[in-house]
């Protein structure tokens, strides 16, 4: 029926094959979820460690389902030994970049990236409160440096009168805040 083919053209009548008719939709969820993991390592190779809810927070922060997505993300990329999961004093866990999932970061993005196998947590505490700090300035459009970035000299400055920063926030005008986190 010509009539048929004026109001619904040939190009846009399913196919009858179910790959056919889901492949731009397949394509494009395994693209968002190779991004999510990309993402997931970058953040950690930025904070050194974070947890399920801080990487939920950064990668899925507007997703109502971003802690599931984060729980399974995490394990899949446990699973493909990309991360390294260490359990955290007061419960929880803390994820870190595997020598494997540092490779790959680098090799995807150029981005430096370095195992944490041998970071020391030192006072977790301490840590994820900045790390709160930090994401909580990301979520409001500011620009940030993490403590383990300056640790690991991949920030402006390592240590400004004997002090190192717990973080940096910097603002679109260039003002820098620097962050010094204390656990009482």
């Known amino acids: 029926d010509t009539r048929m083919n004026t109001i619904f053209p040939a190009a846009a ?7 056919d008719d889901l492949a731009p939709v397949t394509l494009d969820k395994r693209l968002v979820g190779e991004r999510n993991r990309t993402d997931v390592l970058t953040w950690l190779a930025r904070f050194g460690w974070l947890t ?3 990487v939920a927070a950064l990668v899925w922060a507007d997703a109502a389902q971003g802690q599931a997505m984060a729980r399974r993300t995490l394990k899949a990329l446990a699973d493909d030994k990309l991360i390294i999961t260490r359990p955290l004093p007061k419960g929880g866990a803390a994820y870190l ?3 494997k999932g ?5 090799e995807q993005t150029g981005m430096a990236a370095e195992s944490g196998n041998a970071l020391a947590l030192g006072n977790p505490v301490h840590r994820a409160y900045s790390n709160w700090y930090l994401i909580r300035a990301l979520q409001r459009g500011l620009s940030i440096v993490t403590e383990h970035e ?7 400055c390592r240590v400004l009168k004997g002090k190192q ?8 005008d260039g003002a820098t805040i620097w962050m010094e ?3 009482s």
């Open 150 to 156: 300056i640790a690991t000299e991949r920030g402006p």
């Open 181 to 183: 986190c204390e656990h």
């Open 52 to 54: 399920g809810r801080m």
């Open 97 to 99: 970049l595997s020598a």
């Open 165 to 172: 920063a717990d973080g940096l926030v910097i603002a679109d």
């Open 13 to 19: 009548l399913p196919t009858g094959n179910p790959a």
């Open 102 to 106: 540092a490779k790959l970061l680098h």
